[in-house]
């Protein structure tokens, strides 16, 4: 009798969504079968990975955009390097990168599909955990402030949660373009913040109202563009202190995703206001077709995300800006981590080292 081997698949770490409530709750350590790249995506090996608020919203299943069935491995943003590669994308074989996993899940495991849409090398300025907090951020704050919200300087800008990953971005960048930065923040601590990344006012929206601590800070005349990455009652607010023809660039949801589907503008608001709401979405695509992107829901070209890197790298270059990291943690810490996320008990980003 000759006896037949069976290969098995070879083995990754992944922590993965169980059932729905806070992240240390939600979140088990699986050993899962490493996936395999198909084509137009790459295969990375994680060295670090950055937490958001939208992995808090999938614990709790609250995230609508990106609600996969339970079990799935949580994780948007990562850094590693392309250890394999699918047809077509044989260029990132070996490049150390910053990416989103694929359909914005799946980057808190050993290893990474991510369509090559949203791969870019990493900045060899950079190290790892540093890298994990520059993409994501930066590139969505840019296109707020630039690619939508066509910054002038000289302008005031609004950023709302300035102690926050992309808000301390958005700072950054309207600091560099020459603008007048005025921000807000929960506490001393983060107001504090605010005022070291260079906004000239920083509010505490805990004990004050930021609309009319920004209309005082302007005379009256109100903020030229809202960088809000906290949506809900803070964008209608938001409204209030916008100034004649004004754009309100709506980013996130971070005060509760649930405003997300629900309405909070009126058309009478935009109409008497001579003011402007709009989106903003980082989410690539390679694919030739999204050069000319069809209506409904729109994924940027990737030739915009070139453009924005090669921006983004030059002031990384004359130091004008820099990653806010606000703690870094272990593999096996990172549950604990997003519970203090959750809790609202954090600065800057949140960086799991691997």
């Known amino acids: 009798m000759v006896e037949q081997t069976i290969s098995r698949p070879e083995l990754m770490r992944a922590w993965r969504v169980h059932r729905y409530g806070r992240p240390s709750h939600a979140l088990s350590l699986d050993k899962i079968a490493i996936p395999v790249p198909e084509a137009g995506e790459v295969r990375i090996r994680t060295r670090t990975a950055a937490l958001n608020f939208n992995e808090v919203d ?3 299943g609250r995230y609508i955009t990106i609600n996969p069935p339970v079990p799935y491995t949580l994780g948007m943003e990562v850094v590693g390097e392309v250890e394999a590669v699918g047809p077509g994308t044989e260029q990132w074989l070996g490049q150390r990168v910053m990416a989103t996993a694929k359909g914005a899940y799946g980057g808190y495991a050993d290893r990474v599909i991510a369509d090559a849409g ?41 950023v709302h949660a300035g102690a926050g990953g992309v808000g301390s971005a958005a700072i950054q960048l309207a600091v560099a373009a020459g603008a007048r930065v005025l921000a807000t923040a929960g506490g001393p601590e983060k107001v504090a913040k605010c005022r070291e990344l260079g906004a000239d006012v920083a509010i505490d929206y805990r004990n004050e109202d930021f ?7 302007t005379d009256g005349l109100g903020a030229n563009l809202v960088f809000d990455g906290v949506g809900g009652d803070v964008t209608a607010q938001s409204l209030r202190c916008l100034a004649f023809n004004g754009r ?13 589907d629900r309405p909070i503008v009126t058309p009478r608001m935009l109409c008497f206001g001579s003011v402007s709401l709009m989106g903003v979405m980082l989410a690539y695509t390679a694919d030739p077709r999204g ?33 806010v990291i606000d703690n870094v943690v ?15 008990q954090t600065t800057g980003r949140t960086i799991v080292v691997f």
């Open 248 to 260: 309100l660039m709506v980013i996130g949801f971070s005060g509760g995703i649930e405003a997300e």
């Open 330 to 344: 272990s593999f096996d810490a990172l549950p604990a981590a997003l519970d203090l996320m959750d809790n609202r």
């Open 58 to 60: 999938g614990c709790y």
């Open 291 to 323: 050069e000319n992107p069809l209506p409904g829901i729109h994924i940027t070209p990737r030739s915009v995300g070139e453009r924005v890197q090669r921006s983004l790298e030059v002031l990384l270059a004359e130091g004008k800006i820099h990653t």
């Open 118 to 158: 949203m791969v870019f090398k990493a900045p060899p300025s950079l190290d790892d955990v540093a890298a994990a907090g520059f993409f994501f951020p930066f590139h969505l704050a840019w296109l707020g402030l630039h690619e939508r919200g066509r910054l002038q300087t000289g302008e005031t800008v609004l």
């Open 211 to 217: 609309a009319k601590a920004v209309l005082e800070a």
